[in-house]
């Protein structure tokens, strides 16, 4: 493998006792689009703040092609930011706000005026030139923080959760924005958000952060289809647990024990299990169908509710332990002849569930 | 809301009633005067027998009044410079630092304003009198840029407070040194609130008598001074005049600060 681009190496960030980030490792190829995903907390912020050189960290290294970032002051990283509150410079027009880091820089008039009138294309706002902050919509003004964020052509652009101030809809406006964008330029950029949709609809790599640490990095399908733990399972999509017991592993195809004493085989176990031992068994709603396929298993449930969602059905069923599961059918599945009924069952194949340790 | 203006019914009445008692109290005596300013009566009798403006005219021909006046303005300039200046260092350091005995630094930095004047005229009188400042134009800067320094520090304390620091970072991202950032992009944001600190604290030195008087000397007085001394040897309708032109100056400053502001803040 060629050298990363950016490389964050071990880096720890303690406030006092509480460790905020542990020994985050992390090699980002050029042009690679990479969130940090999390729940608030996390260390996902620390982390980018610490590329940024807002905070040092306590032990580690960032690196951008071999050099370390962490002598450099951060006025002189030439990184390009976008901030989760609206930053722009509130006495500027939009043009000024975008030619500022250029003016810093001392370019030359022409320079700035053609970099300015190109970034507000890149972001669609060319109409909106003369306008203040204080006359934008909060999706304009981060259309805008992008455009400044850019406009030096910085070699990684980070955002920290530039979206979380917005409504859903603008969100999902924008965030197809900022693919086009990111594939437009081809910047290397690192996002943060808490927004696993945000995450999968923009990530090349997601990097999920929990307590300091990162829980998994991998693409969206390798986090969604291949969690490695009930965390990652949990926090990307909607899924379902329940608790069961390790009977046997042959084959790496499990075989476990419901709270209502049935058995189910041909598990995915994400490690090895001892026998006896307590675990979780995790299933996506949409693995999980009312009628049987080729390989399926069953599990004998009592339909509680039903609802139709367009695309699909939302059916929620009961466990005799208790447990509710979530089923999300296509919605031209075939429905249960009488939802009331007892005995109903639903059918999964095994090897879309996952065990985990309990 | 319980104390709803809409709710209150007959109370209404009572209400508007002692509004407009308590601001005629505030407010008579300074249309009085300057009634009087243009009533022909040596004596300031009121209602006037007739209008004049020899009283002005009066005024405007005593090289002491506008000798008086320009000193104001002076040392009002001055110290209004002053207590922005220091001001808006303190107002970083109490906004942004984070050492021990911030509260008690702003405290101490506001005690002017709650201070009897008094008291800190004597004060300041007694320790210019020793190091030989009493009497000079430095002493007299000195002393009313303490007593604007809290009203310098209160509107720029308020505009930092409200300046979100993100934006500030945003600049050094970009490439802005710190200082940069400050000069370029904080300040600017927060203009209305410096605006308004240098018009309050020139305000609070050009309508202050009490540490004035202590300052003067034959050579130097202000306005009110000069008023105050004018009004002990004899009662002429002229002190009316100069009141009222030191009215009409604080009200224009007022009217100005309204307009400005609400102009930048767009």
Known sequence: ?358 | MLLDYERLGWLRVALVGFTAAVAAFLLLPVVFIVLLSFGSSRWLAFPPPGWTLKWYEQLFADPTWIDAALTSARIAAMAAILAVVIGLFASFALVRGEFRGRQLLRGLLLTPMVLPVVVFAIAIYAFFLRIGLAGTTIGFVIAHTILALPFAIIPITAALEGFDKSIEDAAIVCGASPLQARLKITLPSIRIGIFSAAIFAFLASWDEVVVAIFMASPTLQTLPVKIWGSLRADLSPVVAAASSLLVGLTLCLMIVTALLRRKLSR
Do not use: C
């Not at chain 1, 001392?106 to 970099?115: L, N």
């Open chain 1, 1 to 358: 493998m060629t050298q990363p681009f950016l490389s964050i190496r071990a880096v720890r960030k303690t406030f006092g006792a509480f460790v905020a980030v542990h020994d985050v490792t992390i090699d980002v190829p050029k042009g690679e689009f990479l969130t940090f995903l999390g729940p608030s907390g996390s260390g996902k912020s620390t982390t980018l703040y610490a590329i940024a050189g807002f905070q040092d960290p306590s032990s580690g290294d960032v690196l951008l092609e071999e050099k370390s970032l962490l002598s450099v002051p951060s006025h002189k990283r030439n990184i390009g930011m976008v901030f989760q509150r609206y930053t722009l410079f509130p006495h500027l027009s939009v043009a000024e706000n975008v030619a500022f880091p250029l003016r810093v820089r001392r370019r030359p008039d022409a320079e700035v005026k053609r970099k300015v009138a190109d970034m507000l294309a890149l972001v669609r706002l060319e109409n909106f030139a003369d306008r203040y902050p204080g006359a934008l919509s909060g999706g304009q003004q981060q259309r805008v923080a992008l455009a400044r964020a850019l406009a030096y052509d910085p070699p990684i652009l980070l955002m920290d959760e530039p979206l979380s101030a917005l409504d859903k809809k603008l969100r999902q406006e924008i965030q197809a924005e900022i693919r086009r964008i990111h594939r437009e330029t081809g910047v290397t950029i690192l996002y943060v958000t808490h927004d696993q949709e945000e995450a999968l609809h923009l990530s090349d790599r997601i990097a999920l952060f929990k307590e300091g640490r990162i829980e998994q990095i991998g693409t969206g399908e390798d986090l969604y289809l291949r969690p490695a733990s009930e965390f990652v399972a949990g926090f990307i999509g909607n899924s379902n647990f329940l608790p069961a017991e390790h009977l046997e592993t042959a084959a790496s195809a499990a075989t476990v024990r419901l709270a209502d004493g049935s058995i189910l085989t041909g598990l995915k176990a994400t490690r090895p299990f001892d026998k006896g031992q307590k675990v979780r068994l995790m299933v996506r709603p949409e693995a999980l169908s009312l009628t049987p396929g080729p390989a399926s298993v069953a599990l004998a449930v009592d339909i509680v509710d039903t609802a139709f969602f367009g695309d699909r059905r939302r059916v929620v069923a009961r466990t005799a332990g208790g447990d509710e599961i979530d089923v999300r059918p296509t919605s031209d599945a075939a429905e249960p002849a009488d939802p009331s009924a007892s005995g109903q069952r639903i059918f999964f194949d095994p090897a879309s569930a996952f065990l985990f340790p309990a």
